[in-house]
């Protein structure tokens, strides 16, 4: 039987497995950084009028350049970010994904490289060698930190033509100082012009604020967001960045022709129209990721600061064990390889509730 290994693949592809967390029917899913609230019915309602509206043109080719979404989405940015943003300086794509492969696509590809500070999101890492980027994992310190002096010497050393850092990181939580962000843009300047992206998938949930201010002055800094996480639209695919109109022209030359469908644009915007009534389920999703740190604490795990909806615990001996364990109560949450550690999503009072008495029993059994 043909398998891929018999096929003509890329060499840096062998032996590879594809990204994906367990889909599994279990009665409490907290594995993938969903947003557990179903969308309201009045946004609803308004998606079905929009891609109505849509599906009037469907013969005919969407809006190239997404103007008016990129229109709405700067000002999103402008109003809760802290900086004014344009359209000229968004760009928008199906997920955040696409965003960082178009930019891999435009400033990474054969001969050049790639930084990210692991663990982080697996995602960077497997874009670049899709792009045919190298990859070069950077240091973080035992508490999940960056180090700004060993990521500037890492820099340094290796010349990166891209830098990735997460903030909030997934799939630890925690957030990065403005200074460090700094810093690091400074000393990739320095090494060679490098592209640094800024990945902001959670920073909705963060006790602090958007690092958007940062792109004043800083031409090669990008700000990659995400639709999934804090507007609850996981099912729509729609990431977007904040860059230099220069960065936004870049991104242009490698982006498929009309790859923003009439349908994903008009649910998008729909979407948009609802920004506060979404933004006060992040409030409730805040509060319940501040609970799980303080009663996961209380119980006796360890607990990585959180700024995101999720939260990293431990430690455990066997963490895949453990993994099985909490499953076995009816509760999936994400093994994600970080030794000794469980990462869980925060879900409805319900959801944490039952994650809870889950892992209160597990701790039980191991102290027994």
Known sequence: MTGIDDLPVRDELRGKSPYGAPQLDVAVRLNTNENPYPLP?????????????????????????????????????????????????????????????????????????????????????????????????????????????????????????????????????????????????????????SMVIVDEAYVEFSHGDSLLPLLEGRPNLVVSRTMSKAFGAAGLRLGYLAAHPAVVDAVQLVRLPYHLSAVTQATALAALEHTDTLLAYVERLKAERDRLVTELRAIGYEVTESDANFVQFGRFADSHEAWQKILDRGVLVRDNGVPGRLRVSAGTPAENDAFLDAVRELKKEQSA
């Not at 955040?96 to 990474?108: A, D, K, R």
């Open 41 to 193: 019915e009045p946004l609803v309602e308004r998606i079905a009028e929009r891609v109505r509206e849509a599906a009037r043109d469907l013969n005919r080719y969407p809006d190239r350049d997404a103007v008016q979404l990129r229109t709405e989405l700067a000002g999103y940015l402008t109003r809760t970010g802290g900086h004014r943003v344009g359209v000229e300086n968004v760009w928008a794509a199906n997920g955040s994904n696409e965003v960082i492969q178009q930019l891999l696509q435009t400033f990474g590809g054969p001969g050049r490289t790639a930084m990210g500070f692991e663990p982080s999101y697996s995602m960077h890492a497997l874009i670049a060698r899709g792009t045919g980027t190298g990859w070069i994992p950077g240091p973080r310190d035992e508490d999940f930190t960056i180090d700004p002096a060993a990521a500037e010497r890492a820099v340094a050393e290796h010349r990166p033509d891209v830098v990735f850092l997460t903030t909030p990181n997934n799939p630890t939580g925690n957030a990065m100082p403005r200074e460090t962000v700094v810093a690091l843009y400074e000393a990739a300047q320095a090494a060679k012009p």
